[in-house]
């Protein structure tokens, strides 16, 4: 299934694509796509009403159709939890070591806004880039996990992120990569919260990013140096994940960063990104 809300900033609906690319309203199945429904048995009464006919239509797939904003496919998650480093090609490009163990690190959950909403560049910025990434939504309570299996099981979805970064403060700022990754507008997600059924290989994703209509990233999660199951695992042994937080994944070769030809994002820019079976985003970069 694919989940998404729509809706004004703070007034999000419900809703699902059907495999016909008609937008169904959810409202009289759940208030609201978070973690309570991701937890108990709201994606099977969906799957359940979709099947049986009972939603009433709300657009067409064409997210220009929907009249109206379409928001992040996940409300208020109480984590945001970022992976670095975790392509070959994106190490390589950096010139940095690829990890032994997963790079870990925090982003604010309010940096999340919709996958069509404005970034907002930084005041005193000159180095803010660009990272399409795989997102993982939690599902269920996932902590010290077994095995890859029961990692598997605790995932409810998959969507796209951007993990916008001002390089100058994640690296030459001091001390951690917080304030090159905290600041508004940050996460753009989704737009679809697409379920784990509907992926065929999540370690075979193509993932691609485009500024001012110029391919710059163009990847795919075989180059993954820690796989998505492994992530959420390892995850566990150190923090408690709750339905609803989200994992984004690393990203692939192409930021402006190791890219000596290539300019950091400017006012007026436009990121496009796509990740394959996940949807597309488009942003534009204003001044904050």
């Known amino acids: 299934?694919?989940?998404?809300?729509?809706?004004?900033?703070?007034?999000?609906?419900?809703?699902?694509?059907?495999?016909?690319?008609?937008?169904?309203?959810?409202?009289?199945?759940?208030?609201?796509?978070?973690?309570?429904?991701?937890?108990?048995?709201?994606?099977?009464?969906?799957?359940?009403?979709?099947?049986?006919?009972?939603?009433?239509?709300?657009?067409?797939?064409?997210?220009?159709?929907?009249?109206?904003?379409?928001?992040?496919?996940?409300?208020?998650?109480?984590?945001?939890?970022?992976?670095?480093?975790?392509?070959?090609?994106?190490?390589?490009?950096?010139?940095?070591?690829?990890?032994?163990?997963?790079?870990?690190?925090?982003?604010?959950?309010d940096t999340i806004v919709g996958p069509d909403d404005d970034v907002l560049i930084p005041r005193g910025s000159g180095k803010t880039d660009h990272e399409v990434e795989l997102a993982v939504v939690i599902g269920r309570t996932a902590r010290y996990l077994e095995n890859l299996g029961a990692a598997a099981d605790a995932i409810a979805g998959y969507a796209i992120a951007n993990d916008v970064t001002e390089r100058e403060f994640q690296l030459e700022r001091g001390g951690q990569w917080d304030k090159g990754k905290s600041c508004e507008t940050f996460t753009p997600l989704g737009p679809w919260l697409v379920t784990p059924d509907e992926v065929d290989d999540v370690a075979a994703l193509g993932l691609r990013l485009r500024v001012n209509g110029a391919p710059v990233q163009d990847g795919t999660t075989k180059n993954m140096i820690f796989g998505v199951h492994h992530i959420v695992w390892y995850l566990s042994q150190f923090m408690a994940l709750r339905p609803g937080d989200v994992v984004i994944t690393g990203t692939p070769a192409g930021v402006a960063m190791g890219s000596p030809d290539r300019s950091f994002l400017r006012p007026g820019d436009v990121m496009e990104l796509e990740v394959d079976g996940l949807g597309r985003q488009r942003q534009r970069l204003v001044a904050a």
């Open 1 to 109: 299934m694919k989940f998404l809300r729509i809706g004004p900033l703070g007034a999000e609906r419900p809703a699902v694509l059907d495999d016909g690319g008609t937008l169904l309203d959810l409202s009289a199945i759940t208030p609201d796509i978070d973690g309570a429904f991701l937890s108990g048995s709201g994606v099977d009464r969906a799957r359940a009403a979709l099947n049986a006919g009972d939603l009433r239509p709300v657009a067409d797939l064409d997210t220009t159709a929907f009249g109206e904003r379409v928001g992040a496919p996940v409300a208020t998650p109480g984590k945001l939890i970022g992976i670095g480093l975790n392509y070959t090609d994106h190490a390589a490009q950096t010139g940095a070591e690829p990890p032994v163990e997963p790079v870990v690190f925090i982003k604010p959950s």
